[in-house]
């Protein structure tokens, strides 16, 4: 319930104000809490929201699937951020 609720307040105070979320990093068990999730979010919301598996250390490669995902200039600036 708290998930629902939450989803659909922030989806009420701010309707359709959400271009893409990417969640990274994110744990391959991460997976299973967001597939019993995902059925309580608006499906519009749902196609939004892209998990990203992969190590995070700070020496760690960039997934690959971010440069899908996003500008290659963006990574970089996050990537200078994060050292």
Aim: proline share 10%; glycine share 2%; charged share 30%.
């Amino acid at each position: 319930p708290f998930m629902q609720t939450s989803c659909r307040f922030l989806c009420d105070l701010h309707p359709e104000r959400l271009e893409s979320c990417i969640i990274f990093p994110m744990p391959k068990v991460a997976n299973v809490i967001w597939k019993a999730v995902k059925p309580f979010l608006h499906k519009d919301t749902r196609k939004k929201i892209v998990l990203v598996n992969g190590p995070a250390g700070v020496k760690d490669p960039v997934p690959k699937k971010m440069s899908q995902l996003m500008d290659e200039e963006m990574i970089h600036q996050l990537e200078d951020k994060r050292r």
